[in-house]
């Protein structure tokens, strides 16, 4: 038996998802929740530098920041934000 994930955002990435426009969000959310079901099945591509540990999503020209908490099975969202400035911010 596989066991479920959930996915758990972060508040900058609440804040991020309730700034943009519905239909996008809604895409991003969608994306997250697939990942969740296939976490086993996908490759993760990580992140180096100050994000090493974390992996990133891509959705359009969005991208996602998460990390894997496997202990707890949970996909843990970061940040979420458009692909020219997403790297550029830290927590």
Known sequence: MR???SVDFMPD???AL???D??????I????MWLAEHVHEVFHQPL?????GCFKLRVGDWR???SLEHETCTVVVHLVGHRS???KRRQ
């Open 3 to 5: 066991e479920t994930w």
């Open 13 to 15: 990435a609440q804040d």
């Open 18 to 20: 309730r700034k943009m």
């Open 22 to 27: 519905r239909q996008t969000a809604r895409r």
């Open 29 to 32: 959310v969608e994306r997250l």
């Open 48 to 52: 180096h530098g100050e994000w090493a």
């Open 64 to 66: 996602v920041i998460y």
């Open 85 to 87: 400035s997403i790297y």
